[in-house]
């Protein structure tokens, strides 16, 4: 498999073929590359909500501004950022640790210290923005997976947070939507699968040094 | 080529092995696939400088809170992100679009205006923000990619940014460093590499909806 022909290939589809669906093993593909993103520290500030039932999807589609996305895809994925990470949170991480390997508590007590001191120094909104870019590197990972496996996406940001939020039930005092992808099959009709890709040329993208 | 198998043996390299490099073909294909990263309406609002001189590498060591994956690695990756989009830029972005597409400027009027509003219902802080998201879906790429080639990365947050954008000589009015990955080969010393991935449950990630 060649992933910059994958890549190449790749499109913001802006109307996906309503008709097809992904299939639940090609999407637990895409959701465990989701889940293997690096992240800060490893704490995975966020969570990944996937829409499968068109109720819902149906219900998120005044949130957006532009519907087109959403009223075809197969399924939508909202990844959310933690609004703060607390002790709770933080113990859990390394109990988790502790268990996955098998490295009792005592021994994680300096990497302990240093995320605490790094989250304190953190006013609550730098805390908010250094959680949303980890979602974006999953976003990225979510993309880049899904391309490596024939399914379309489109990365989007043009909806109304606080309604996606409610729509979605989530807490705001822990939590708020970061960003949304769809995922399908790009429809016949979508003219965009015909243009040209548009990058900056390499001299304007890269510096070496 | 198995990507899942591939994302589960990346972790975040503490210590690389000094003495291998990365070839250049390998580098410019996992450049490629950073050049090929989606970013919110095209616009790419970042650069990619690529650190290659063992000089400047030098030269960076002191603004990096943990030096040892920079004294290490092959090749650092500095991502900057653009410190506001002006008219210029865009008039760039618009004659390439028309350049790459053979599309007249007049017909893309549309996209033109509804870049121009959204340009300009942002403050500086969430451009900034919304330039550093896309430098991250970068970031997500470029590991991505180099999982792919069996090239090992670390990246990196944890540095002075005015200390590299002075040493990088970028212009503050135009651009500031957003985020930092070093690629190279993992060292056989960096006993990191045998540890579990530490990942939360699915139940914890995902949520069905």
């Keep these: 498999m060649d992933y910059l ?4 290939k790749r499109y913001s589809v802006k109307k996906f073929d309503g008709e097809k669906k992904v299939q639940q093993e090609i999407l637990e593909r895409i959701m465990e590359a989701g889940k293997l993103s690096a992240s800060s520290l490893g ?3 966020y969570e990944i909500i996937v829409v499968a039932s068109d109720e819902m999807r149906e219900k998120l589609i005044p949130a957006f501004y ?6 075809t895809c197969s399924h939508l994925m909202v990844i959310t950022a933690k609004n703060g990470i607390g002790d709770e949170y933080i113990n859990n ?3 988790h640790i502790s268990d996955t390997r098998q490295i009792p508590l005592d021994n994680l007590e300096l990497f302990r210290k240093s995320i605490d001191s790094h989250m304190n120094r953190l006013s609550p909104e ?3 923005s250094w959680a949303e870019k980890q979602g974006y590197i999953v976003l990225g990972n979510l993309m880049f997976a899904a391309a490596l496996e024939n399914v379309d996406t489109c990365p989007m940001e043009g909806f109304r947070q606080e309604v996606i ?4 039930n989530l807490d705001p005092k822990k939590e708020k939507t970061c960003v949304t992808l769809a995922l399908g099959y790009r429809s016949a009709e979508d003219h965009f699968q015909n243009l040209k890709k548009v990058r900056k040329p390499n001299d304007k993208l890269f510096k070496f040094m």
Excluded: R, V, W
């Design 126 to 128: 730098s805390l908010m």
């Design 43 to 45: 704490l995975q500030p």
């Design 5 to 8: 022909e994958q890549l190449q």
């Design 165 to 168: 939020d409610e729509i979605l």
């Design 93 to 95: 991480y390394f109990s």
């Design 66 to 71: 532009n519907p087109s996305q959403i009223t």
